[in-house]
Every structure is written in C-alpha cells, then in structure tokens.
C-alpha cells in the first residue's frame, strides 16, 4: 500500500514542508531517493515523480526547498 507523509523540517528558522512516499507493505529495505523541485517550488509534478518511484520501490522525499510549500506561478514569483 502507498503510503504518503507530509514532514515538515527546518532550516535555520525557515519552515520547510516535504512529502515522503513509500509502500508501507514492504518488509525490505529500500533504497531512498531526493525529488527535487524546479524553479516553481514543490509543486504536483515533483509530487507525481516521487509518487511514481515509490510505486517502483524506492522511498521518494520530495523536497522543498523555499519554505512553508510556497509553489510560484510567475516568473516574478519563482
């Protein structure tokens, strides 16, 4: 079964917010992979890849690297 956790972490006083995936049914250990985001943030597509390698047998963590889940949608904001 898929299981999917939302871990929240600090760096210095900045609040990050990333999302673990793994198939809690296994009895084996896994190896672990970092899904790192592009420019726009942690956004569903980091989601999906992470989703994607957890259903291959990895444990993904989908990082965020801007704090608080922040996604930019304009250049500006990214």
């Given amino acids: 079964m898929l299981k999917i956790e939302e871990k929240h972490y600090l760096h210095g006083n900045t609040l990050l917010k990333g999302w673990i995936y793994y198939q809690s049914d296994s009895p084996h250990v896994r190896p672990g992979v970092l899904v790192v985001h592009d420019w726009s943030g942690c ?25 608080e889940g922040r996604v930019g949608v304009t250049d500006e904001e990214k």
Avoid: H, S
């Fill in 43 to 67: 956004n569903e597509l980091a989601k999906e890849r992470a989703k994607v390698l957890a259903e291959q047998g990895f444990v993904a963590f989908a990082v965020d690297m801007y704090g």
